[in-house]
């Protein structure tokens, strides 16, 4: 009896002492304990976590770890993990230097082989480090919405291009025929004619430029490539210019010198008309002065894109915005930020925002120069 005694209780025995080797070398927040909730394994992720030494815990009830509602609570939540059942809740107290802490706390019963509840094991995350991840998880399901949305926006913009691209060549045959038909002809009234044709070629063109700038923005780039960083600032300024944007805002591009990146050109696109976009939203008296300054500027290393507007601003409460990329407003900063961030980060470079110098909010962010062509900076 006394050998089968010792068989039944061998396996019990080599999982509890596989159990603590997999908590000495954890990197999680991991403690045992015992039936009577004395903590009989402590991970070094828990040593971490607590600011508390194995030395100082083993042996000692796991209410005493910490203050807070973690020994108020824990008490109750290990009778009932004893009695079979799983709890998970968030609990705050103290760490070993002082400093208080909150975490998301996970406990589950330990069963011998006999399946009788022996202790508990817990799992103890930092609610900060959980929310950052789900934060994470946030900005990364906002960036395959906006992916979809993309994606879809160029499926109906080619069909589109396709369909008025026709009429476009057609206007402008017709009006070419118009214009050599009208070469023969003299006197005032035909001149005006042609001038008049002239400017339907012009529009024409102008239109199935419009239609090229808006497809290539929505069109994702297979490989990154070289461009010119002052001309896609430029051509993004004119993807968005209207005329209610020439009637009330002045909007000025300054090149310092050429500074060629390398990258999506389509998606640094994305990001210059986002800012711009924001600046124009940013503005509450739509009869006063309304000023956009977009600067291209680089270094040996980097080139710089600010864009700076006399708007609302942004105040030192707001400073946070720079941070974590959410808007205190239903318009103007911080929409597409989040999209705006992945994005240069990607890209090797880095997006902030400051208070203009005279009011107003400054954008800037960063990209690294295109190697090969570092020479022609």
Same mark, same amino acid.
């Given at each position: 009896?006394?050998?089968?005694?010792?068989?039944?209780? $061998?396996p019990a025995a080599d999982a509890t002492d596989a159990a603590h080797r997999i908590f000495a070398t954890s990197t999680d927040a991991l403690f045992l304990t015992d039936a009577d909730g004395k903590v009989t394994a402590w991970s070094p992720g828990a040593e971490r976590t607590f600011a508390r030494r194995s030395a100082e815990v083993l042996g000692r009830p796991a209410v005493e770890i910490s203050g807070g509602t973690w020994s108020k609570r824990l008490p109750e939540l290990l009778r009932k993990v004893?009695?079979?059942?799983?709890?998970?809740? +968030?609990l705050c107290g103290f760490r070993g230097d002082g400093t208080g802490f909150c975490v998301d706390l996970m406990l589950d019963p330990v069963r011998d082989g006999e399946a009788a509840v022996t202790g508990a094991v817990g799992v103890a995350? #930092? *609610? &900060? #480090?959980?929310?950052r991840l789900e934060e994470?998880?946030? @900005? $990364? +399901? %906002?960036?395959?919405?906006?992916?979809? $949305?993309?994606?879809?926006a160029g499926e109906i913009l080619d069909g589109l291009a396709h369909e008025v691209n026709q009429p476009l060549t057609s206007i402008s045959n017709f009006a070419g025929a118009c214009d050599h038909l009208l070469r023969g002809v003299e006197g005032p009234e035909a001149e005006k004619a042609r001038s008049h044709v002239r400017q339907i070629i012009e529009q024409?063109?102008?239109?199935?430029d419009i239609l090229r700038r808006a497809r290539r923005f929505v069109k994702r780039s297979d490989e990154p490539i070289p461009f010119e960083l002052g001309e896609l600032v430029r051509e993004s300024v004119a993807l968005l210019w209207?005329?209610?944007?020439?009637?009330?805002?002045? *909007?000025?591009? #300054? *090149? @310092?010198r050429p500074a060629t990146v390398m990258g999506d050109r389509s998606h640094i696109e994305q990001v210059v008309v986002n800012l711009l976009r924001n600046a124009y939203e940013s503005f509450e008296d739509e009869n006063g002065d309304r000023r956009v300054t977009i600067r291209v500027t680089a270094d040996d290393s980097e080139a710089?894109?600010? *864009? %700076? @507007?006399?708007?609302? &601003?942004?105040?030192? @409460? #707001?400073?946070?915005i720079a941070e974590t990329f959410h808007s205190t407003k239903e318009r103007g900063l911080g929409l597409g930020l989040g999209i705006c961030r992945t994005i240069l980060e990607r890209h090797h470079g880095r997006?902030?925002? +400051?208070? &203009?110098? =005279? =009011? =107003?909010?400054?954008?800037r962010f960063t990209l690294p120069l295109h190697p090969s062509r570092s020479d022609h900076v």
């Open positions: 009896m006394a050998r089968f005694t010792r068989t039944r209780r $061998r004893l009695a079979g059942d799983r709890r998970h809740e +968030e995350r #930092e *609610v &900060g #480090e959980r929310r994470v998880l946030r @900005d $990364r +399901e %906002q960036c395959l919405v906006e992916v979809a $949305r993309m994606t879809t024409a063109a102008a239109a199935a209207s005329e209610k944007t020439k009637r009330t805002i002045v *909007v000025n591009v #300054e *090149v @310092d710089t894109v600010s *864009v %700076q @507007d006399n708007g609302a &601003g942004i105040g030192p @409460d #707001e400073a946070r997006l902030w925002l +400051e208070a &203009g110098p =005279g =009011g =107003g909010t400054v954008a």
